[in-house]
């Protein structure tokens, strides 16, 4: 990646440490200007990865749907490590996921003897990308029950996080954005709500053609 970095004379968008051609690069491989060769992280479509890196670029969600043994994860990791230098903003979905997991938690020690305050707030992957700029990535979104997932509506349309405990709001810094990915296939599943589904633009991931 270091490598890239140089090589990249691109506009970048703000808070990406790499230009989108230098993304699809990383992702996919190639040969750069100075004989450096850029091993593939993902064999498939590069219009696929165009699409998700495109989608990255206009500020919009993306969510990569599609059955297990398609690279989801793989995919959503490497894009979130060629963006922003981190991918271990992560939040896990399970049908247990409480809102907290989304939003912000407490520490209830410093809670009871100081009341709400900042100090009190035990930030989730998704305020902490929101403060930073960076992605979040939520592996198996339609695992979370609905209620759960529609806490993300607000974070994505209008780029905030409100705190009513403190009469406040986080703002998210540019750069901010959402990986997601879902298996819509699987027993379990909880749909999302057509609002939610708004606002990510849907990526469907085949799967490989061949072994090879």
């Given at each position: ?74 995919l959503s990791e490497h894009l979130a490590a060629a963006i922003c230098g ?10 247990g996921l409480a809102e907290e997991a989304i939003r912000y938690g407490w ?106």
């Amino acid at each position: 990646m270091e490598a890239l970095r140089k090589q990249d004379d691109k506009p970048r968008p703000a808070n990406w440490q790499l230009s989108p051609w230098a993304v699809v690069t990383y992702i996919l491989g190639g040969k750069l200007d100075d004989g450096t060769e850029i091993e593939p992280k993902y064999f498939g479509s590069r219009k696929l990865v165009e699409i998700a890196v495109s989608t990255l670029v206009t500020d919009r969600a993306l969510l990569l749907i599609g059955i297990p043994g398609t690279a989801k994860t793989w995919l959503s990791e490497h894009l979130a490590a060629a963006i922003c230098g981190d991918s271990t903003l992560l939040i896990q979905g399970t049908a247990g996921l409480a809102e907290e997991a989304i939003r912000y938690g407490w520490n209830y020690a410093r809670l009871l003897a100081e009341g709400p305050s900042e100090k009190a707030i035990v930030a989730s992957p998704v305020m902490k990308a929101m403060e930073e700029g960076k992605i979040t990535r939520v592996e198996e979104l339609t695992r979370i029950p609905s209620d759960v997932q529609d806490s993300l509506i607000t974070v994505l349309s209008e780029k905030t996080l409100p705190i009513p405990e403190l009469n406040q709001e986080v703002q998210a810094q540019r750069g901010f954005n959402v990986i997601a990915t879902a298996n819509d296939r699987d027993k379990g599943v909880n749909e999302l709500s057509s609002a939610l589904r708004r606002r990510f633009n849907t990526v469907v991931m085949p799967l490989p053609a061949t072994l090879e």
